[in-house]
């Protein structure tokens, strides 16, 4: 018998060698990338490759120490100057040290101290009245700043002015926080059958919370008005319509007492802080600088590598 092949059979024949063929050819070109791979990765197992590891661990041994320096001189300094210059001292006697060690295997190592990120905190945690160590009733407690955290205030009644309504009366405590569009956010702070607060948004409207007992807790960044365990939501100044960075100012400083802390970016004082007469560093109110990150220069050099980059360093952060 006769066996005939139809062109719709051959056809499909063909159809599976071609499907067999890329099959093939895709398995052949992975193997050689493989193979290419592996010799890549063989010639880099050399000399050079151990360069590059000595590169890797002398960043690694910068980021650490320079870490643990930040942890010890954020608690020991208060200055933003001693704070700088103290660190500038340390990176330079650490990285001369661990240099003359490195030159023994015929590397060259250094690390230096570029620039540094502070922030300040401000406490009062004596309770006083809110003004300043020089008794000013009226002052900025921090200029042009991008951020502020963790603002909370525990204000006691008995200097609050008694009033229902403070837009008709002059003498309300307030925080005054003013963006740099000129926008302006306010909170109130009375007596009205216990503590009471107001806030004046941007917009003109009024918020008012209360009255609570003889003292409360205001969360200013979290927008919480807290009287024993019973929370109140608040439209912070962060969730207004106001542009960073603001400027924050207590007004009638003298009619609240009690006690309040808070964090922002960067140097609130020109000069030294023991020179401003807002604060103090032993007495409240009282700030204390803090370095957040410092930008270190970071230098590697062998017979078979040169390496420098610029790295930040967190203090007690580290790729452990």
Same mark, same amino acid.
């Given at each position: 018998m006769e066996l005939s092949v139809s062109s719709d059979d051959r056809g499909q024949m063909i159809l599976i060698a071609a499907i067999g063929l890329a099959i093939l050819l895709t398995l052949l070109a992975l193997t050689l990338n493989t193979a290419v791979f592996?010799?890549?990765?063989? $010639? =880099?197992?050399? !000399?050079?490759?151990? *360069? #590059?590891?000595?590169?890797?661990q002398y960043q690694y041994s910068v980021d650490r120490g320079v870490s643990g320096l930040l942890v010890e001189l954020n608690r020991d300094h208060d200055e933003y100057e001693a704070l700088?210059?103290?660190?500038?001292?340390?990176?330079?006697?650490?990285?001369?040290?661990?240099?003359?060690?490195?030159?023994?295997?015929?590397?060259?190592?250094?690390?230096?101290?570029?620039?540094?990120?502070?922030?300040?905190?401000?406490?009062?945690?004596?309770?006083?009245?809110?003004?300043?160590? $020089? =008794?000013?009733? !009226?002052?900025?407690? *921090? #200029?042009?700043?991008?951020?502020?955290?963790?603002?909370?205030?525990?204000?006691?009644?008995e200097e609050l002015v008694e009033t229902s309504d403070c837009s008709g009366v002059g003498g309300c405590f307030s925080l005054r926080v003013e963006g740099s569009d000129g926008a302006s956010w306010e909170l109130f702070v009375y007596d009205n059958g216990g503590v009471t607060v107001t806030i004046e948004l941007a917009s003109g409207d009024n918020e008012t919370y209360g009255p609570a007992g003889t003292s409360a807790q205001i969360d200013v960044t979290e927008g919480i008005f807290d009287v024993d365990g019973a929370e109140e939501a608040f439209t912070t100044f962060l969730d207004d319509d106001l542009e960073a960075p603001y400027t924050l100012t207590y007004t009638n400083a003298d009619n609240a007492e009690g006690t309040y802390g808070l964090t922002v970016d960067g140097k609130i004082v020109e000069e030294t802080i023991a020179d401003d007469e807002r604060y103090d560093v032993d007495e409240s109110p009282?700030?204390?600088?803090?370095?957040?990150?410092?930008?270190?220069?970071?230098?590697?050099?062998?017979?078979?590598?040169?390496?420098?980059?610029e790295m930040e360093v967190v203090p007690g952060e580290t790729d452990d």
């Open positions: 592996g010799e890549i990765h063989a $010639a =880099e197992s050399g !000399e050079s490759l151990q *360069a #590059e590891r000595g590169a890797v700088e210059r103290e660190l500038d001292d340390a990176i330079t006697a650490w990285s001369d040290l661990s240099g003359a060690e490195q030159i023994r295997d015929g590397e060259r190592t250094n690390a230096s101290l570029e620039r540094v990120t502070f922030e300040t905190h401000m406490v009062q945690d004596e309770p006083r009245a809110f003004t300043d160590r $020089a =008794e000013n009733t !009226e002052w900025v407690i *921090a #200029e042009d700043v991008s951020e502020v955290r963790e603002f909370e205030m525990d204000v006691h009644e009282k700030i204390s600088a803090r370095i957040v990150a410092a930008d270190v220069r970071v230098r590697y050099a062998s017979a078979d590598l040169t390496y420098e980059t």
